[in-house]
């Protein structure tokens, strides 16, 4: 028979085991599902897209890939309420990582939603004001007074917001109502709208639609979409938050890469909006530089500037700090293990590259 002492030393031994490995036990914790949300759908609400590196990603499944060794799932969103429909998932706890435009970001943070900014996936593209067909409208001002659509709480709302302030008006100055991407063009084909902030070229090659306004790759006007974490995933599983961005980063890599362009139309123009359409609305800028995921100086400035500029077109009504907001370890770390360290040019506050691309 052992001896008490002997059995309360075993027991001591075994607790002290046993306290040793609930912290190992903890780190090797692992979500059973990923739940991605995207601010956009396809044409009639399909569950596919294009247009950004993340809609790349979707479509090869390299995120499946990824973990299904570990049993993870990857459970895909796409909100045909676009920003708006992802916050509300943020706020009832149902995503965990967002595609997601600047101004419903913007608000989201200023309602109090809880994210890290892990690196944006849009620049320098140009914005458009489209009408129907006969329209005797050549210019923005033209459309005064008259039924101007753009899609609300959306990013499309706030570089709306940019393009009539430097034309020196207002939203007042139109008879503005909120409309979706679909619901827009049937709008315009059937002239119940005068104008409308979306793209122009599959609406002119269908004979319904004409360009009233582009903006250019303008750095002044331009949006930003960036890829964010639920601070509460990311305090659960950094590890996850790390594998998530690597291999999304080298999926940026690839969409950045000019000989893939036109493949990667191909591949976005399974969400129903024509590769005709992907190569007008991409064809102004380079992709290293319209599909940058950067956190430079042009992206952080663009931000603090998007965030006073809804404050003053009275879209968000608190202040937004974006300290603590921005999370680049990912980012960083991702590019090194990637060897992709210099591999995007870095833009300054005023939208121009730093050194000479290579």
Known sequence: ??????????????????????????????????????????????????????????????????????????????????????????????????????????????????????????????????????????????????????FKGTASQLALGRILKKHGLTERDFKTVSMDGDTLRAAIATKDVDGGFIAPFDLEARGVGKLIYSTGPDPELTSQGVFWVSEEFERKYPDIVQRVVTTLIKVAAWSSDEKNREAQYKLWSNSGTSYYEYQKTFVDVPLKWRLSPLLDEYFVENLKKSIQQAKEFKLIRRDVDINGWLAPQYLNTALKELKLEGYWPEFNAAGKPKLAQK
Not at 7 to 33: D, G, H, N
Not at 82 to 91: H, I, M, S, Y
Not at 120 to 144: C, N, Q
């Open 1 to 150: 028979m052992t001896p008490p002492r002997f059995r309360f030393l075993s027991i001591l031994l075994a607790a002290a085991a046993l306290a040793c490995a609930l912290p190992a036990a903890v780190a090797q914790e692992k979500p059973k599902v990923i739940r991605i949300s995207y601010s956009s759908a396809g044409t009639g609400g399909r569950p596919i897209v294009g247009g950004s590196v993340i809609a790349t990603a979707h479509q090869q499944g390299v995120l499946e890939k990824e973990f299904a060794k570990d049993g993870i799932k990857i459970q895909w969103t796409f909100n045909p309420g676009a920003g708006p429909a992802t916050n509300e998932q943020l706020a009832n706890g149902l995503a965990d990582f967002a595609h997601h435009g600047d101004l419903p970001i913007i608000i989201g943070r200023s309602t109090g939603l809880r994210t890290k900014i892990l690196f944006p996936y849009t620049r320098f593209g140009a914005a458009y004001i489209t009408g129907p067909v006969d329209s005797p409208a050549r210019t923005l001002e033209d459309l005064k007074g008259k039924r101007l659509a753009v």
